[in-house]
């Protein structure tokens, strides 16, 4: 083979490559209306097992991001709410759907957490546009619209899935009986209950209260909606508040385990393989083996298979019957 032979092959193998990723690129963009249509997730927040569970969301698992409508997002109070239309959706193990988003709406990592339940003004005014935007008192809520206009001040909320209506301050047990149990995972000493429990809140706007499934009911949110969550806190330092519309990513959907390690493994940023279960390691490890052995195994069993059929053993009689004949088959 001469050598423009041989780059020829190379560019065309390198088309084809690159002509396969475009092609799964476009079909899971085409799937979930979302790019990009993956993200790798890097913390142990949401796991179920410490030692890795497929069905839940572990570090280094690849997970779709779903294109959603704020107004479309099923919260765990919705979810656990046998009057709601919603009540048994789950996902990733749990009621409710799971959500990614922008910590106030910067641009960092994304998190990606479970939308435990939705604030929604009851009633309110629209705000002025002077300094002081509630002259007559409220909270102010910048993207809540009236009459078309952005800018709110709420003086009261609902919590759609509870029986919170028309509250300046926001208190729910999810004990079971007042809202669906949500279960902490801690003991119980020094007065804190064994299930998640909002009081006396008054969210800073409308939005979702959100929370890390292995994270003990520390809420995204911090102190003021749960008696010792830390919270997480934007770039400036600030709590976050609810998940508002314009930070909301997309809706996490089915999970790829495992993969999303070897760019954990590779990144020269972030967490690296800190939080990833060792099984997990375990299961790519033997998933490349699997991939790399695969060829060796199935060409001898694909060369069996294709020498007894029909076609093969015809092939076989043609070219005995030209070697007798004396003809040479390239001619």
Known sequence: MQPSDSTKLLFREI????????????????HTQSMPPLVVVESSSMVHDDEGE???IDAGDLVLVHKSSFENIVTFAEASDPSNPYYGHETHGMEGDVVIYKKNGETSTPIIHRAILRVVPNEAYPATTTANPCPTGGTYDPE????GRSGACVLTWDVPGTQVINQTQITIDFDGIDAGYYDCKRFVHAGVEPHLRIHEWTPKHSGLLTLGDANKCSVDQGPDAVNGSSGLRSSDGSVLGPVQEGWLVGRAGGEIPWLGAVKLMVSGSGPGLTYVPGSSIMYLLACIGGILLFPMVAEPVLKKIFSTSP????????????VALGVDEEE
Request: hydrophobic residues 60%.
């Open 144 to 147: 809540w619209r009236i009459d």
């Open 15 to 30: 088309l084809l490559a690159g002509g396969m990723i475009f092609v799964l690129i476009a079909a899971l963009y085409a």
């Open 54 to 56: 497929v069905g839940s």
């Open 311 to 322: 076609e093969s053993i015809q092939a076989e009689q043609e070219r005995a019957f030209l």
